[in-house]
């Protein structure tokens, strides 16, 4: 399974909310909703995410074994 943990993590490092990247980086509501929920998002999305942050993949996302959970 993937986790956005690390998502939520780096935006609280930074100082920063999901209210400056819809409105003031366009990133899509239904995107972070997405990521809430732990559904997939593409790797064209995850790009953008690590453009804006400044950050690596791996500061949005990890892979979480299913008997880990």
Not at 26 to 35: A, E, F, K, Q
């Amino acid at each position: 399974m993937i986790s956005y943990k690390p998502f939520y993590e780096t935006l609280l490092r930074k100082n920063l909310t999901e209210y400056w990247l819809i409105f003031k980086q366009g990133i899509s509501p239904n995107t972070l909703h997405r990521m809430k929920h732990q559904k997939p998002i593409t790797t064209t999305t995850l790009n953008t995410l690590c453009e804006i942050l400044d950050c690596e993949v791996s500061d949005i996302l990890k892979y979480v074994p299913y008997d880990e959970e």
